[in-house]
């Protein structure tokens, strides 16, 4: 056999081992590998001003570059922001296996990331804690204020995934998630905060599950999303507070849903511009409590030129939401539940809402069909109802609406038949009390 004949057989040989193994040109691989794709967009945003970012991590330091001359994941220890020669230079991006494990099961690293639009192949990154302290914390950030981006290419389901224990993410751009940017799953003492959160392909930008508990998700801005911003099942105390949500891929979005048993939720300080409001409890997969939320506060929001109704309650045991302000939005509080919503998730059906608290509100210009409608109420939801010292201002001439069951009503017969909601004031929307805000 000729020379040019064997190295043609051997050739043919060794395509048709790659082809029946299933890993001609990719066996090996790590999770995010050299021929990472680019995405599409390349663009990026300065991160947003952080008003208490982290410090004190007790661990290394390690940067990420890749627009940085001499970059190198195997070359380079990772300890040094720009190239200072004999291995001492950044680690160029989280395509080897190297980098993509630098967060994952780790206590006191912190990774800091230099300009640039960073994606992976087949996963998001993983940030994976095992700290017991703030100084077991591990971090991913910006470096500085360079601008940083982590794009999904509208094929990854996660960007980024969080668990374990003490992680943060902080001043960075997350977008074009499969479906969740950001996933907090089983853990607690997570941080999310001075974040961009951009559009997602589809379901919810930020998802928390599993039980996550004690996280803080604060100074972000959250716009583009398609069903929620946030959006809650099964988690423990977090805290939500001083975020901009606005501006979702269309009008359905909702900004925060809370439910599968989601309790001890904490909303407060935060804008609401250009979207649906908050859905405390609503209809989900079956789980064992009695109710799809328990304890969940909203305070001192605002709520401006939104759709629908600035909060829903569905099956919400104990649920408050007081001093919060709005205007220009479609309503104001509905508990409904199951009968318009459908039926959810609780072993045996779940229990209407009670023991809500709804006080110390101020609304405006309310441009829901019917107009000027502040409350939707079936009785059954109103067990334990407590309300007062709400603001209910109406255009001259015109009267607010409380609809209770299927009759509306104005003021007076809304507190008779309620029982509740007594303290607060119906004023002229053209009056100095409806416009000291």
């Known amino acids: 056999m000729s020379s040019r004949r064997r190295v043609t057989l051997a ?3 060794l395509v048709m081992f790659a082809l029946s193994s299933g890993c001609f040109g990719s066996c090996g691989k790590n999770p995010s590998s050299p021929d990472s794709p680019t995405p599409s967009d390349t663009s990026t945003l300065p991160p947003l001003a952080c008003a208490v970012p982290t410090t004190g991590q007790s661990g290394p330091t390690y940067y990420v570059a890749i627009n940085e001359p001499g970059a190198d994941n195997s070359r380079c220890d990772g300890l040094s922001p720009t190239d200072r020669g004999n291995g001492h230079c950044p680690f160029k991006d989280f395509s080897s296996a ?6 994952r099961n780790v206590s006191g690293v912190r990774v800091e990331v ?16 095992t700290g017991t302290s703030e100084a077991g914390r591990i971090v991913l950030t910006a ?3 360079e601008g940083v981006v982590f794009d999904g290419r509208n094929a990854l389901r996660e960007v980024i995934r969080m668990s374990g224990r003490f992680t943060a993410l902080e001043r960075v751009t997350i977008r074009n998630a499969a479906a969740y940017n950001v996933q907090v799953g089983t853990g607690s003492d997570q941080l999310i905060q001075c974040n961009r959160f951009l559009a997602n392909l589809a379901s919810d930008s930020l998802k928390g599950v599993d039980g996550a508990s004690q996280t803080i998700i604060r100074d972000n801005d959250f716009s583009g999303w398609d069903s929620q911003a946030i959006d809650m ?7 939500i507070a001083n975020n901009d949500f606005h501006d979702p891929k269309n009008s359905t979005g909702n900004a925060i ?8 939720v904490r909303i407060t300080g935060n804008r609401f511009r250009n979207t649906r409001g908050l859905s405390f409890g609503g209809t989900s997969t079956a789980h064992s409590d009695d109710f799809e939320a328990y304890n969940l506060v909203a305070e001192r929001n605002v709520f401006d030129t939104g759709t629908g109704a600035i909060v829903r309650f569905y099956s919400c045991s104990n649920c408050t939401f007081q001093n919060n302000d709005a205007k220009a939005v479609g309503g104001g509080f509905v508990l409904f539940g199951e009968q318009t919503d459908g039926p959810s998730g609780c072993a045996g059906g779940c229990r209407p809402t009670q023991g809500t608290t709804i006080t110390g509100n101020r609304l405006t210009d309310l441009r829901g ?9 079936y009785r059954h939801e109103a067990e334990g109802l407590t309300a007062g010292g709400n603001l ?6 015109q009267d607010p609406r409380f609809r209770l069951d299927d009759q509306d009503l104005v003021f007076t017969p809304w507190t008779n038949a309620i029982g509740t909601d007594g303290t607060s004031i119906v004023a002229r929307s053209d009056s100095s009390v409806c416009n000291a805000w």
């Open 392 to 397: 209910y201002c109406v255009p001259p001439d």
């Open 11 to 13: 050739l043919a040989i």
């Open 143 to 145: 470096y500085q204020n």
């Open 257 to 264: 849903g809370a439910k599968f048993g989601s309790r001890d």
């Open 98 to 103: 190297r980098t993509f494990a630098l967060l």
């Open 233 to 239: 099942t099964n988690v423990r105390s977090w805290t």
């Open 114 to 129: 230099r300009a640039g639009v960073y994606t992976f192949v087949d996963e998001g990154l993983t940030i994976q804690g």
């Open 369 to 377: 069909t019917p107009s000027n409608t502040f409350w939707g109420v």
